[in-house]
């Protein structure tokens, strides 16, 4: 397996009116080619905004620490993104090398154009296509993600196509400049549950086709559970606990995670109530000290959560979580 | 106390005409077709159903909230009986002091611009169920401590609160006219899932404590599991499946819910592959097939499914299926 | 790299309660001050408009006719120094200008500056009569010993350019107040039925506000100015061309009102109150209202430029306001001659009093409108 990517200690804060903002905290991982990996999170744990670091889309506000470092190993070579400074240079990862679809297609897709006419457009920026060569590609691109009828899709407008296929339609166009790395930002959260499994599939076939790596965000485990190889666990812009899949979603070691887990409506076991999280996310105006989940922590012990960050201890060989109570227990 | 249903409809339909062609036939949408439901007292309904189901809007027009076009929905509470097509004036007012809606967003639900307190006496104050301030206040004070509120927060703004926070205010503006009927249209659905147990759990705490009757609105199967007692299906305005939840989940007899049950990403990571995948989209609302809505979808589809659409029967113990063919499937 | 947990806790709960209770008004508050731009230009207003409402008290002289300095017509600013070649003094002084004519000049008048006869200024001095808020006054802020000074110089008749400056503005001012508020009025009335109501209602008042925004201001002033009879006094004058402009600034302020109402009537805690069984009338008292002051305001703000400018070209061409009333469109009307564009630069400095207030007015508008929709970041 190729390593894909690295990120190193990305620590990302925001300068806002109401002063410094943290909304990513000494995060890192890695990723190999043909991986997909999950970063779950519910809202303020920063995962949209890691992501969105890996191309340098942040507001302008936003303040990288020096010890961050993300590298992404090319063919070409490895590219330090923290380097690269101004948009130029950014071109050639932004949508070249790096894809990356979002949450919501009909913002994604310029109403007023023709998505055969951005899927061309991108194709003419990124690669060495001319017009005819890259409406090829669109629609086959488009075909292969399963919308019939591609060469009439292609000539329409991203409001005529239902969710499902504005989806895929954007799918196609972050495929077809075949990058490495695809970062898909909560991209059947807004689709129907039919429609988001088959959305889902068409992914893990694409990953397997294409051998790409593709980074997962949402905040359904569920979604994670069926489609990822590797999970990251995010909260407050810390990651709490990673690890291969089924390691983290079996055996979860640290409390946030053992709590979504719980708070999650099981189909298979209607008679247990819905066990919730304690209290409610902090405001990133008011970050705890110490552990960051040490204030909705049920089982927190007084002292050492509230005064000290965790660090990483192994629970497993391929699964770690940054917890006091799972560093005493003693980990491998 | 009878045992009649509270709220009950016949063949329900609420029609939106299409703006447009001034000239040529006059186009509508179906939102609701035919629908006929029973809503015992004291009961947690649940309605599910994707989008186009028509499922917001019929809760909606049991509430009066939205025009009703044909069909009756009959209210009976023991004091009052109403005939909601025929509501208004008085009796309207009168109903509205029964029958609540708590709303999805938490963020648009709540005027940015009146305290806590405001929001949560104005339905006092406007249905003038109190006589005196004190009264009033008296009454807001009760209802925000059951919604886990403190007396801090009425003094506040709904930009000093989380989304958890703002959609609890939002239950309890709902509660404090003391109503019989509350529809919670998709309540949970924007909130983090940690917060979302929590808020699930105080409906049914405060379902069980006012002895109210819930219609809960979701497009979340997993969630209606845990918390409803009854569950209705429904498909592009028409009701498919109805059943106790038990029944509904363990026994599926129609083939979207049965769809609609394997789509939902398990949380076991090795059980891929074992959903049945529905192919094609959504058809739109205002093009229904003809005969019934599901067979452009269904994989069991046979000829009578295109012409005739199918009504409901009884196919168990409170258990009704619109399918021509559900007898059949079960045996299989 | 956690926030420090060493803040004090008290100062920190007493700022978040504060912005935990913030009404809208104080967050609005709190954003404007941030912006700089804004701020300076609200000082400036502030300067300006209490200048114009005080103006009698401040300038030495009458700016009518009746206050006209006879000796020095069309006269140089006379900047007031404390030091000359005669030595200092704590007062600051002018000079002395004698006028005289004789074939030398070519029978010009000719102004010439004695030095050795020093008029010193004075403050607080009696001088001309005038009445403010009703009451009669006759002291104000500054004169001289001797005869007038003029700070800003004087025009063809002897009037006093600064006197006249800060009455015009005061004039200005109160011509755009009646206008902006005579449209504002009509704006939401009609704006907000057409908004709250929509259907056929909306169509309708749409089509009456279009037609009247498309009349012509020039040709109807003309009319106007025809048909206004002469005997009117200034002040009626003054009343009829504000009550005017405010009849037809309507539109687009009546505009912006309904597109605010049609947006907000859909929001869901509008809804949210109908469903209480919630009067119209509650609804907008307690709901739409609230929801747009802030962007009326800043409309209104907006908007005051345009209504003093207008004024003030009516008043240029002659179709506005006349002597005795100052305003800068009276003003302006003596300088279209070359004898002023060459020899007397002075009577351009009204100007930039009101090239200020016009951008002030802009700056505290803008300032307002990004500061006037606290709550758009409060989404996660």
Redesign the interface.
Same mark, same amino acid.
């Given at each position: 397996m190729t390593r894909l990517l690295e990120v190193d200690n990305l620590t990302l804060q925001f300068d806002t009116d109401e002063g410094r903002i943290t909304a990513v905290d000494d995060v890192s991982f890695a990723l190999d080619a043909g991986q997909v990996m999950g970063l779950v999170g519910e809202s303020g744990s920063g995962k949209s905004v890691t992501a969105k670091a890996l191309m340098k889309l942040n507001p302008g506000n936003a303040v990288y620490s020096d010890k961050t470092k993300i590298t992404l190993h090319l063919e070409s070579g490895s590219v330090d993104i923290m380097s690269l400074r101004n948009s130029t240079e950014m071109q050639v990862v932004r949508g070249g090398a790096i894809s990356m679809i979002f949450q919501e297609p009909m913002a994604s897709f310029a109403p007023a154009i023709t998505i055969g006419d951005q899927m061309v457009e991108q194709l003419l920026i990124h690669t060495k296509l001319n017009k005819k060569g890259a409406r090829e590609l669109s629609i086959e691109m488009l075909d292969r993600v399963g919308i019939s009828d591609a060469a009439m899709r292609f000539g329409q407008y991203a409001f005529e196509l239902s969710g499902g296929m504005r989806q895929r339609a954007m799918i196609a166009m972050a495929l077809s400049t075949k990058p490495k790395l695809l970062i898909a930002d909560e991209p059947t959260t807004a689709l129907d549950v039919t429609i988001q499994a088959q959305v889902i599939d068409l992914m893990k076939d694409l990953v397997t086709d294409f051998g790409m790596g593709i980074i997962f965000i949402t905040h359904d485990l569920g979604v994670i559970a069926q489609t990822a190889d590797h999970v990251a666990v995010m909260y407050l812009g810390r990651i709490v606990e990673q690890g291969s899949v089924r390691d983290v979603i079996r055996t979860p070691a640290h409390p946030y995670t053992k709590g979504l887990l719980a708070a999650l409506p099981n189909l298979h076991d209607l008679d247990s109530p819905l066990v919730a999280v304690p209290g409610d996310i902090p405001s990133p105006l008011e970050r705890p000290s110490g552990c960051v989940f040490h204030t909705r922590c049920s089982v927190a012990l007084a002292g050492r959560c509230q005064t000290e960050i965790p660090r990483f201890s192994n629970v497993s060989a391929n699964h770690r979580a940054a917890c006091h109570l799972v560093e005493t227990k003693g980990g491998i | 106390m009878t045992d009649k249903p509270l709220i009950s409809a016949r063949d329900l339909s609420v029609h939106y005409p299409m703006r447009g062609n001034v000239l040529g036939p006059k186009q509508v949408v179906r939102a609701v077709e035919g629908v006929n439901i029973d809503i015992e007292r004291s009961n947690f309904y649940g309605l599910v159903g994707e989008s186009g189901s028509g499922k917001t809007t019929l809760g909606r027009a049991m509430l009066k909230a939205t025009p009703i076009t044909h069909g009756d929905v009959t209210y009976d509470d023991g004091q009052v009986r109403y005939n909601l097509s025929t509501l208004k004036g008085a009796e309207l007012k009168d109903y509205r002091s029964r029958a609540q809606l708590i709303f999805q967003d938490p963020y648009a639900a709540l005027s940015p611009r009146m305290t806590v307190r405001d929001i949560i006496a104005e339905p006092l104050e406007v249905m003038g169920l109190t006589k005196s301030r004190e009264e009033t206040d008296q009454r807001v004070r009760e209802i925000a401590a059951k919604c886990r509120l403190n007396l801090e927060h009425l003094r506040r703004f709904p930009h000093a609160f989380s989304g958890g926070q703002r959609q609890r205010i939002s239950i309890a503006r709902a509660l404090v006219s003391r109503p019989q009927f509350v529809v919670a249209d998709e309540s949970v659905a924007a909130l983090d899932v940690s917060i979302q147990a929590d808020v699930l759990n105080l409906l049914k705490s405060i379902q069980q404590d006012m002895g109210l009757t819930f219609l809960f609105i979701s497009h979340d199967l997993s969630v209606v599991a845990h918390i409803c007692d009854h569950v209705a299906v429904m498909y592009l305005g028409r009701l498919v499946e109805t059943a106790p939840t038990r029944d509904l989940f363990a026994a599926p007899q129609h083939p979207y819910t049965k769809a609609l049950l394997s789509a939902i990403p398990s949380l076991d990571p090795d059980d891929r592959g074992k959903a049945q995948k529905l192919e094609g989209e959504i058809p739109s609302p205002t093009n229904p097939p003809p005969g019934c809505k599901f067979q452009t979808r269904c994989p069991f589809a046979i000829d009578i499914c295109r012409t005739l659409e199918p009504k409901l029967e009884k196919s168990g113990k409170e258990h009704d299926v619109a399918c021509h063919r559900w007898k059949e499937l079960m045996e299989e | 790299?956690?926030?420090a $947990?060493n803040m004090d806790v008290n100062v920190n709960q007493k700022a978040?309660d504060a &912005?935990?209770? =913030?009404?809208?008004g104080q %967050?609005i508050w709190t954003r404007f001050k941030?912006q700089k731009a804004a701020m300076v230009g609200a000082w400036i207003l502030v300067v300006l408009i209490i200048s114009g409402l005080f103006a009698p008290f401040l300038t030495p002289y009458d700016p009518t006719i009746a206050g006209r300095d006879k000796t020095y017509q069309n006269g140089a600013p006379q900047l007031p120094s404390f030091c000359d070649e005669n030595g200092c003094s704590w007062r600051p002084f002018v000079y002395t200008y004698e006028r005289e004519r004789s074939i030398k000049t070519n029978f010009r008048w000719v102004n010439t500056v004695n030095i050795e006869k020093r008029r010193y200024m004075q403050f607080f001095v009696q001088g001309d009569e005038y009445t403010l808020l009703g009451l009669g006054f006759s002291t104000h802020l500054f004169g001289v010993d001797t005869g007038k000074v003029h700070l800003f110089g004087t025009d063809s008749t002897g009037k006093d350019i600064l006197s006249r400056t800060f009455h015009a503005i005061n004039t200005s001012m109160a011509v755009g107040t009646i206008g902006v508020f005579i449209s504002f009025v009509l704006a939401l009335i009609i704006g907000g039925v057409s908004g709250y109501y929509g259907g056929w209602i909306d169509s309708g008042l749409q089509m009456v506000t279009d037609a009247v925004r498309t009349i012509p201001a020039i040709p109807l002033f003309m009319a106007l100015a025809a048909f206004i009879p002469d005997t009117w006094s200034a002040e009626m004058r003054f009343f009829f061309i504000s009550i005017i402009l405010g009849f037809i600034g309507w539109p687009t302020l009546a505009r912006r009102v309904r597109t605010h109402l049609l947006t907000e009537r859909n929001?869901? &805690?509008v %809804? =949210?109150?109908?469903?209480?069984?919630?009067?119209p009338g509650?609804i907008i008292r307690?709901?739409l209202l $609230?929801?747009f002051t802030s962007y009326i305001i800043v409309d209104l703000v907006i908007s005051f430029p345009y209504m003093v400018l207008s004024e003030t070209a009516l008043s240029f061409i002659g179709l506005g306001l006349k002597d005795p009333v100052n305003s800068l469109g009276v003003m302006l009307q003596s300088v279209t001659s070359a004898d002023v564009l060459l020899n007397y630069q002075w009577y351009f400095i009204p100007v930039i009093f009101f090239i200020t207030l016009v951008l002030a007015f802009v700056f505290v508008g803008d300032g307002l409108r990004d500061a006037a929709d $606290? &709550?758009s970041d409060?989404?996660?």
């Open positions: - | - | 790299m956690t926030d $947990p978040k &912005y935990f209770t =913030a009404s809208q %967050l941030k929001q869901e &805690y %809804l =949210a109150a109908k469903l209480c069984g919630a009067s509650h307690r709901h $609230p929801s $606290p &709550y409060t989404k996660k």
